[in-house]
């Protein structure tokens, strides 16, 4: 395993002297963000590489995790560099990807496990975007029950909140933020821009 990048977690033997979560922590955070029911199923343990997958996720996807045994933090199946680490031969991280990708589309119409994936046809309006973190919510249809939550780019949580007509990030940083909207039966997600 790598030593800049510790597999395990701490701070890695690179320039930056930063703290590494472990690879565990942060494959279970994304799939508890993506509601995964089966959790890290070890479908190929060697000499090699291990490869472990969550299924049953929302929105019908699953997250793959590879880990070679014999390459440093480099591409699996990439050409050498002269200053980089040495490559797994034993996987091809490009054909691994590919083939992944090529499992799904990118229609927005699919049905996730809290019901129907809204497009722009759905129930509320959000604005204005951009916007400087204050963001109204139209609620034409006069939906009574829904619960919002804000995500920053990263998937984190940084606002959740029941029945709301305005939606405040003005202490977030200027960025990419995802809001969804999830009433008893639907869900809608938004990307807005926040500025200054």
């Known amino acids: 395993m790598f030593v800049n990048v510790p597999y395990l977690g701490g701070i890695?033997?690179?320039p930056s002297n930063h703290y590494n979560p472990p690879q565990d922590s942060v494959?279970?955070?994304?799939?508890?963000?993506?509601?995964?029911?089966?959790?890290?199923?070890?479908?190929?343990?060697?000499?090699?590489?291990?490869?472990?997958?969550?299924t049953s996720c929302d929105y019908g996807s699953e997250i793959h995790h590879?880990?070679?045994?014999d390459g440093g933090h480099s591409w699996p199946g990439?050409?050498?560099?002269p200053t980089g680490d040495s490559t797994s031969i034993y996987i091809n991280?490009?054909?691994?990807?590919?083939?992944?990708?090529?499992?799904?589309?990118?229609?927005?119409?699919?049905?996730?496990?809290v019901g129907s994936y809204l497009n722009k046809n759905h129930n509320?309006?959000?604005?204005p975007n951009p916007s400087t973190g204050i963001i109204n919510?139209?609620?034409?249809?006069?939906?009574?029950?829904?619960?919002?939550?804000?995500?920053?780019?990263?998937?984190?949580?940084?606002?959740?909140?029941?029945?709301?007509?305005?939606?405040?990030?003005?202490?977030?940083l200027p960025g990419f933020y995802y809001i969804t909207?999830?009433?008893?039966?639907?869900?809608?997600t938004e990307k807005i821009i926040k500025v200054e």
């Not at 959790?39 to 090699?48: E, H, L």
């Not at 590879?66 to 045994?69: G, M, V």
């Not at 083939?99 to 996730?112: A, H, K, R, V």
């Not at 029950?145 to 990030?169: P, Q, R």
């Open 12 to 14: 890695g033997s690179g």
């Open 27 to 54: 494959l279970n955070a994304w799939a508890n963000m993506n509601l995964c029911t089966v959790s890290n199923d070890t479908i190929i343990d060697n000499m090699q590489y291990t490869f472990i997958k969550w």
């Open 66 to 69: 590879y880990a070679t045994q």
């Open 78 to 81: 990439g050409v050498q560099t």
């Open 93 to 113: 991280a490009t054909d691994l990807m590919w083939s992944f990708f090529q499992q799904y589309s990118l229609d927005c119409g699919i049905t996730s496990s």
């Open 124 to 127: 509320f309006n959000l604005f």
């Open 137 to 172: 919510v139209e609620n034409p249809e006069l939906i009574e029950d829904f619960i919002i939550t804000v995500y920053d780019h990263f998937g984190k949580t940084i606002l959740k909140s029941k029945n709301i007509d305005v939606i405040n990030i003005t202490n977030q």
């Open 181 to 188: 909207i999830q009433t008893e039966d639907q869900i809608m």
